[in-house]
């Protein structure tokens, strides 16, 4: 609840900033109208004069030229954004500088500001309920029908799953070139905050000792990732070499925690072999890696993820991440997913409409009974949200008996899937092509996901699901990610226009409103775990995650705008604050590296006071660096 409260508390904050920056916009050294202005009320000629006057400040600190625009008078801000290529934000939905400064007159832009702020709290939803509701199930189910191993599922689809909404707007955000400031911000603003936030608060609720040799495993893992991100930005160029290096280095993070989960498992069955011949007692063979998360199948972890499946595969994923050395069983949340005692006791069948409306409802009414006034609120305002998911995301469940089969849902969803796709991939610039210049591609992808729906009606049975249907969970993979990415994009732009209007560097906005959003989900998921008993659990999430955002974020990122632009991805640091962002989160991957070793692997709530004020102090240094109160 905390971190909500200083979240909103800082989009306030934000929102009044605004009013105060866009009030005094008017009055300040802009261009002073002229009397033959056009019928928009644009001198675009002045506009041009304005751009030429400020191209010093370009060769001085950012390149682009849209941060200028605060410069000029109210009047003249939304020609200048029409006319200016940097204010064009092709790759979103919505042009939120253009809306910002020309869709309501100037004395009205606060308000449109406010709007934007609304919706930027609602992609965070977007974001959120999409990863564990729909890509971490679908996810799951893709590593449960290739047959992976707990330890490859655990560092590879569910890291994903766990990671989506930070990889996906680091992805977007190092993609171009004008925001990659976003990314460094929130990539490393998100490490400082798991790192020390979700860490310390695990530390303050269950005090625990930590495993020894995956704990400094992820650590030294992490320290190598921030370090070669440093090198680069200082040297402010990146290479395809030193971009394929990102991810090999994830490559070779994964293959030693298959190696470690190996030997370690070797050992384990080595000294039970020996423990049986000597005929001495099981207890005795715990390690300090073998507790490292009993299995949730015992009480509170299962009243806590049991009411619904995204909850419990969020649980599994998290269990995943905590038992990177170990088997897992396979009944994992099950007994908890399905409720056998509300099965009715004689058979019935189910007609087929009845079976779409129950499959688009999102609400159990036990759960909801169960509920307080704040959840039921919270759930009614996000009910539409889950509807529109419900309709155009299959998600496929191993662990029920029927699959998550349902007939007429599963078959809508082979028209609206495709439909999101095309509409939503870059932008949708692909989907509303027109072929041959007459029929468009949304149409034909229509006309398409038409036949394939008649196909599996016609040869399917509402209580029996088709031999194909994991292939419905890659669909709901893809759509699932389509959907993530096009909110990323979106949340992108919305910063992009903030630190505009607000005068704001990127890497601030990344490190506060970019990481904060992304991470709240995961801080509330480890405190509820560690609340739960696993406090070793929840501290492998905050490592294990943050280690594939930082390598898979910058390493696909920076391909992207490769393919795109030029061989050599350039990366400007935003000024003295990208040096504190890198060296407040090495500072504190050292202290864990030395004093966790020194209190030997012991978390204490004095140490997590420790990170929570070390968070503090870091977040009043960036601030201070910010607003050019620390200078050098």
């Given amino acids: 609840m905390t971190s909500r409260v200083v979240f909103i508390s800082v989009l306030l904050l934000l929102w009044c900033h605004s009013r105060h920056v866009l009030g005094s916009g008017d009055s300040g050294t802009g261009i002073v109208p002229s009397p033959d202005r ?45 006319a200016t290529p940097d204010c064009s934000m092709e790759d979103s939905f919505i042009n939120y500088l253009k809306m910002a400064f020309c869709l309501l007159p100037p004395n009205l832009t606060p308000l449109t500001i406010t709007l934007c702020i609304i919706w930027l709290l609602i992609l965070f939803i977007v974001l959120g309920l999409t990863a564990s509701k729909f890509f971490c199930p679908n996810l799951s189910a893709i590593s449960s029908s290739l047959r992976l191993t707990h330890n490859v599922a655990g560092v590879t689809f569910l890291a994903l799953g766990n990671g989506a909404p930070d990889v996906f707007s680091a992805t977007v955000a190092f993609s171009r070139p004008h925001t990659a400031g976003l990314a460094i ?45 440093f090198i680069i930005l200082y040297r402010g160029t990146i290479s395809l070499g030193e971009t394929l290096g990102y991810l090999g280095l994830y490559v070779v993070y994964v293959v030693t925690v298959i190696v470690s989960a190996y030997i370690y498992s070797q050992q384990k069955h080595s000294a039970t072999r020996s423990s049986v011949q000597s005929s001495t007692h099981a207890p005795e063979l715990q390690t300090s890696e073998s507790d490292q998360a009993p299995l949730l199948s015992n009480g509170s972890i299962q009243e806590g993820y049991g009411n619904n499946h995204s909850h419990c595969a969020h649980s599994t994923k998290l ?141 399917t049975s509402n209580d029996q699901p088709p031999a194909y249907h994991l292939v419905f969970s890659l669909l709901g993979f893809v759509v699932s990610a389509m959907w993530i990415s096009a909110a990323a994009s979106e949340v992108v732009s919305i910063l992009h226009m903030l630190g505009v209007v607000l005068s704001l560097s990127n890497n601030l906005l990344g490190l506060t409103l970019l990481a904060w959003g992304n991470s709240i989900g995961d801080c509330f998921s480890d405190i509820t775990i560690a609340r739960q008993g696993y406090p070793r659990m929840a501290l492998s999430a905050c490592f294990g995650g943050i280690i594939f955002n930082m390598l898979i974020g910058v390493g696909i990122g920076c391909l992207i705008q490769m393919f795109n632009n030029e061989p050599v991805v350039t990366l400007e640091p935003e000024g003295l604050l990208t040096w504190v962002l890198a060296g407040s989160l090495g500072l504190s991957l050292a202290f864990s590296f030395i004093l966790v070793p020194l209190r030997c692997f012991h978390l204490g ?15 009043l240094v960036a601030l201070l660096t910010e607003f050019g109160f620390i200078h050098i």
């Fill in 38 to 82: 056009s019928a928009d009320g644009a001198d675009l000629l002045s506009v041009g004069t304005m751009v030429g006057t400020h191209s010093a400040m370009l060769r001085q600190g950012s390149t682009d030229e849209c941060d200028i625009v605060m410069n000029l008078s109210a009047a003249d801000r939304c020609a200048f954004v029409k």
């Fill in 605 to 619: 709530r004095a140490y997590g006071i420790f990170l929570l004020l070390f968070y503090a102090v870091f977040l």
């Fill in 319 to 459: 269990y995943l991440w905590g038992v990177l050395r170990e088997p897992i069983q396979s009944s994992v949340c099950v007994c908890a997913c399905i409720d056998s005692e509300y099965r009715p006791l004689l058979p019935y069948c189910e007609s087929t409409s009845s079976i779409l409306l129950n499959s688009l409802n999102p609400v159990d009414s036990r759960t909801w009974r169960r509920k307080t006034w704040r959840w039921r609120t919270v759930k009614i305002l996000k009910m539409p949200l889950e509807v529109l998911l419900l309709l155009t995301v299959p998600v496929v469940d191993p662990d029920k008996e029927d699959r998550n089969w349902r007939r007429p849902l599963n078959c809508l969803h082979l028209v609206t899937a495709p439909l999101v796709c095309v509409l939503t991939f870059s932008s949708g610039e692909y989907g509303l092509y027109l072929i041959e210049g007459q029929f468009p591609v949304w149409a034909l992808t229509l006309l398409f996901g038409l036949f394939l729906s008649a196909i599996v009606f016609l040869t």
């Fill in 185 to 229: 911000g929130a990539l490393f603003g998100a490490g400082i905050f798991v790192t020390t936030v979700v860490a310390g608060s695990v530390s303050l609720v269950k005090p625990f000792t930590v495993a020894s040799r995956p704990f400094l495993r992820d650590v030294i893992f992490y320290m190598a990732a921030v370090f070669w991100t």
